[in-house]
């Protein structure tokens, strides 16, 4: 096996140039192909790739490491102590300004100038459809077997999906106003492609725009411009789904918090995908409303139940809501849904779990108490019912279900 990598890692690093390592659960180096590139700010290569291995990391999966610095690795361990790591190389295209951005956002001394725009010079430039391409050739050469292409692109562009909570509260009075610019062209494609619920288009349109090509709005900082372009496209996907038809209350909620996470996040790989999740999020609505032939009250239920989701809701609620009687309501939501309305809000709820499982620390029991659901136990049954696994066991490993 060792004689085997060894060949297969020199046949990638002639197709790519870009290094690949092989280390043991320590970091040491087993192997390598290519000059291992040392990032400056660190003493050794060892060290720098120390900090890309996490210790609920999965394995026999090609894992995508993009670090604050705008490098990028794939890490694939092969067991618990052998990993096959590839790179650094990026997907930015790093000037001279990217480079004072990171380090006016990271207080590096300008003493390692020099060192960094050597560095940066030297790391090989992929898209994502080459990131993919890469992390299936590997799997394949060490696997024999092909890769499952959804492992890789959920990570580069679904880590986080964005959904309000308490919206009640956010959605009051909220406009959004951008007074940024961004070049003409791409405004349209993604105001077309968001109105018209064209995601595929969506997708490779967000994989072409290169961020350092769009203009710079911040001259100092490139962490503060990487979040302008963000929150750019959310307000631009925002008004054109909006204008495509969507709830304007779902609409504003969904951009209002995704901006928040924006400003809240320090991590450039979040920054870029909470903004790439946002407009596919609003993407899935707009053509869920297309597919819509409900009645105003099941549909005003639909949007009741959205918005209040950390409430507890009763059928009675919801029919006082719509002028209705409780049974008729029931019957007619069951009717044009083919659910019944009380199994309809209990599965938004486990969908919310589900979320606050993967993108928070709240126990289980703070998150059926947030649900409102009767106790833990009451909780935990019905989330196994409809995810066929545990709240811990998906919170552990959600892409089992």
Do not use: G
């Given at each position: 096996?060792?004689?085997?990598?060894?060949?297969?890692?020199?046949?990638?690093?002639?197709?790519?140039?870009?290094?690949?390592?092989?280390?043991?659960e320590k970091c040491h180096s087993l192997t390598s192909s290519g000059e291992q590139l040392k990032h400056p700010l660190f003493d050794s290569v060892e060290t720098s790739i120390n900090r890309l291995i996490q210790p609920d990391d999965q394995y026999n999966v090609p894992l995508i490491r993009i670090t604050n610095y705008l490098e990028i690795f794939i890490v694939f361990h092969l067991s618990s102590i052998e990993t096959v790591i590839i790179g650094p190389f990026t997907s930015f295209e790093m000037t001279e300004n990217s480079v004072n951005g990171i380090?006016?956002?990271?207080?590096?001394?300008?003493?390692?100038?020099?060192?960094?725009?050597?560095?940066?010079?030297?790391?090989?430039?992929?898209?994502?459809?080459?990131?993919v391409s890469l992390c299936s050739l590997t799997y394949f050469?060490?696997?024999?077997?092909?890769?499952?292409?959804?492992?890789?692109?959920?990570?580069l562009m679904n880590f986080d999906e964005i959904e309000p909570a308490h919206t009640e509260q956010l959605i009051r009075h909220h406009r959004l106003e951008a007074s940024f610019h961004m070049d003409h062209r791409i405004e349209q494609k993604i105001w077309q492609y968001v109105s018209e619920g064209k995601k595929e288009k969506l997708l490779q349109h967000l994989e072409s725009i290169k961020m350092e090509g769009m203009s710079q709005l911040s001259k100092k900082s490139h962490l503060r411009n990487i979040k302008n372009q963000v929150i750019i496209y959310i307000a631009l996907g925002t008004r054109a789904a909006i204008e495509g038809g969507l709830y304007p209350e779902i609409a504003y909620t969904?951009?209002?918090?995704?901006?928040?996470?924006?400003?809240?996040?320090?991590?450039l790989q979040k920054i870029l995908l909470i903004g790439d999740d946002l407009l596919f999020s609003l993407v899935d609505r707009m053509n869920e409303n297309r597919e819509n032939t409900h009645s105003k009250a099941v549909n005003v239920c639909k949007n009741y139940i959205f918005n209040h989701i950390f409430e507890q809701i009763s059928i009675k609620d919801l029919a006082d809501l719509v002028h209705l009687n409780p049974v008729y309501l029931s019957q007619l939501f069951k009717k044009e849904t083919n659910k019944p309305l009380g199994k309809y809000i209990q599965e938004e709820k486990?969908?919310?779990?589900?979320?606050?499982?993967?993108?928070?620390?709240?126990?289980?029991?703070?998150i059926c108490m947030l649900l409102h659901f009767n106790n833990q136990s009451h909780f935990s049954s019905i989330f196994k019912d409809y995810t066929g696994i545990t709240p811990n066991q998906y919170r552990k490993n959600p892409l089992i279900h």
């Open positions: 096996m060792k004689n085997n990598l060894e060949y297969i890692s020199q046949l990638i690093y002639d197709a790519y140039n870009i290094p690949l390592f092989i280390s043991n380090m006016h956002d990271y207080h590096i001394p300008s003493s390692y100038q020099q060192e960094l725009y050597h560095y940066y010079s030297q790391l090989e430039l992929l898209n994502q459809k080459q990131i050469l060490i696997c024999q077997e092909p890769l499952e292409e959804e492992l890789v692109r959920s990570q969904m951009s209002h918090i995704s901006i928040q996470k924006v400003e809240e996040t320090f991590d486990i969908k919310e779990a589900q979320k606050l499982l993967i993108q928070t620390d709240y126990s289980v029991a703070d």
